[in-house]
């Protein structure tokens, strides 16, 4: 009785061992895969942060570009409306002075045709006087 109920022990001690190993084994492959899977799990969140870093920046990127285009565009406008005001002043300040030019040189030319006038008025009154003389 008492060898039979030592088997009986070492058979339990046994199937309890092997039990043991068993339950080991698939707590290990339990871990493992466990593990395995938040491996994963941290390489997609990793990933994904690694994007959306990457988005944000670009994202940044653009709008500075854009702020930039912009101040650059607006630069550009203001100096091309100071050269515009600028040419304006020149065309007129030239227009004037041209308008001057031209009013100086017609005024040369009507003495000129006063003076010829009157040297001609003159000559046709000496000549009148001296047909009347010869009359």
Request: proline share 0%; charged share 35%.
């Amino acid at each position: 009785h008492e060898r039979e109920h030592d088997r009986e022990i070492s058979e339990l001690a046994a199937r309890h061992s092997e039990e043991m190993e068993k339950l080991r084994a698939e707590l290990k492959e339990e871990q493992r895969h466990l593990l395995d899977e938040l491996q994963q799990q941290m390489a997609a969140t990793h990933r994904a942060e690694q994007e959306q870093a990457q988005l944000q920046s670009q994202t940044l990127h653009s709008l500075e570009l854009e702020a930039l285009r912009l101040t650059l565009n607006n630069m550009h406008t203001s100096q091309l409306e100071l050269t515009q005001s600028n040419l304006r002043k020149e065309k007129e300040t030239a227009l004037v002075e041209l308008r001057e030019m031209l009013n100086d040189k017609r005024a040369q030319e009507v003495a000129i045709l006063q003076s010829r006038h009157q040297l001609e008025w003159e000559r046709i009154k000496e000549q009148c006087l001296k047909e009347k003389e010869d009359l």
